[in-house]
């Protein structure tokens, strides 16, 4: 036996040794629901796509129930600059006038959805795991209202309601055609979810994805909800990333200041999956390749993880 050989076998050994150990964890979530929130800036690296549709594909072969909700903001900036058209943000959330709601749900329901779809399905093709691209819009998947925000003025101190346009918030989540799919019995279906919306009189409305992600998670009572962010997880005071907290912990994070920008929406949309009843969310880093894979299968774990108590 070569070198090469004698190190192709050692790998095999240690595969098998992985596999072994991952049991305990495969059986925790064999059947379950895991909801993933997929964005940032991974989402336009296509090596990275593809080995996150790879891992989807291994979830669900491995008994997982993973239903994949999607952002695009890189993508609709993109898009509205070729376009000639400005965006403005309040605390995060993209102003939406009629003609950025069009570019975003182009965007969104169309080219990165079909995209992402198109991958699992790709990774899936000898099990014939296959992706099934969805917005909102979708027999009624999605209802939502239109956003509130104010401001006070800093001046007079009166506050007064800033207008985000056709800016969104779920207000009920029908998981009918989402538990049908994953509930197959002869198919392997994934869904994979936009963020888009309609309120009761019909109107298309951009809803935040994490938000989306959450919503949809409570409505299927989901096992674990996976927020893949661009960082590795929730830092505590002295820097370092937090493995564990639970409802209260975070909400002290927030209101001391530690967890600021990006994270305290994430930390609330977490929050709110956990009391609607899925059991545990995680914020870990998406560009790490097989991430999810390790915060499943493995003791250790890869993020955050925000639990009730």
Same mark, same amino acid.
Request: proline fraction near 6%; aromatic fraction near 6%.
């Given at each position: 036996m070569n070198e090469n050989e004698r190190q192709s076998e050692e790998?095999?050994?240690?595969?098998?040794?992985?596999? #072994?150990? #991952?049991?305990?964890? $495969?059986q925790i979530y064999d059947r379950e629901t895991v909801v993933i929130k997929y964005g940032g800036h991974a989402m336009g690296e296509s090596a990275v796509a593809r080995q996150f549709a790879a891992d989807v594909v291994l979830l669900k072969l491995?008994?997982?129930?993973? &239903?994949?909700?999607?952002?695009?903001?890189?993508?609709?900036?993109?898009?509205?600059?070729?376009?000639?058209?400005?965006?403005?943000?309040?605390?995060?959330?993209?102003?939406?006038?009629?003609a950025t709601m069009e570019v975003a749900e182009m965007v969104l329901s169309g080219a990165v959805n079909k995209e992402i779809a198109h991958w699992i399905t790709m990774a899936g093709k000898e099990a014939d795991v296959r992706g099934v691209g969805l917005s909102g819009k979708d027999a009624g998947l999605l209802t939502v209202e239109k956003t509130r925000r104010t401001r006070r003025d800093p001046d007079s101190m009166?506050?007064?309601?800033?207008?985000?346009?056709?800016?969104?918030?779920p207000t009920k989540v029908d998981?009918?055609?989402? #538990?049908?799919?994953?509930?197959?019995?002869?198919?392997?279906? &994934?869904?994979? $979810?936009?963020? $888009?919306?309609? #309120?009761?009189?019909g109107q298309t409305y951009n809803v935040n994805a994490d938000t989306v992600a959450g919503a949809v998670a409570?409505?299927?009572?989901?096992?674990?909800?996976?927020?893949?962010?661009?960082?590795?997880?929730?830092?505590?005071?002295?820097?370092?990333i937090i493995r564990q907290m639970t409802l209260e912990e975070a909400q002290v994070l927030i209101d001391t200041g530690v967890a600021t920008g990006g994270m305290i929406p994430k930390l609330e949309t977490a929050m709110a999956a956990v009391r609607d009843g899925v059991e545990a969310v995680? $914020?870990?880093?998406?560009?790490?390749?097989?991430?999810?894979?390790?915060?499943?299968?493995?003791?250790?774990?890869?993020?955050?993880?925000v639990k009730a108590s």
């Open positions: 790998r095999s050994w240690a595969t098998a040794k992985t596999l #072994a150990e #991952a049991l305990p964890f $495969i491995m008994g997982v129930n993973p &239903v994949v909700v999607h952002g695009g903001g890189p993508q609709i900036s993109a898009m509205l600059d070729k376009a000639g058209v400005k965006s403005s943000f309040v605390d995060g959330l993209r102003v939406t006038d009629p009166i506050e007064h309601e800033v207008d985000l346009g056709f800016v969104g918030e998981p009918k055609l989402i #538990a049908g799919l994953i509930a197959s019995e002869t198919e392997d279906w &994934v869904p994979v $979810i936009a963020p $888009i919306g309609v #309120a009761e009189d409570g409505s299927l009572n989901a096992k674990r909800m996976l927020l893949l962010t661009d960082v590795a997880g929730v830092k505590g005071p002295d820097g370092e995680v $914020i870990l880093d998406g560009r790490r390749p097989h991430a999810m894979l390790v915060e499943l299968f493995t003791e250790f774990g890869a993020g955050t993880l």
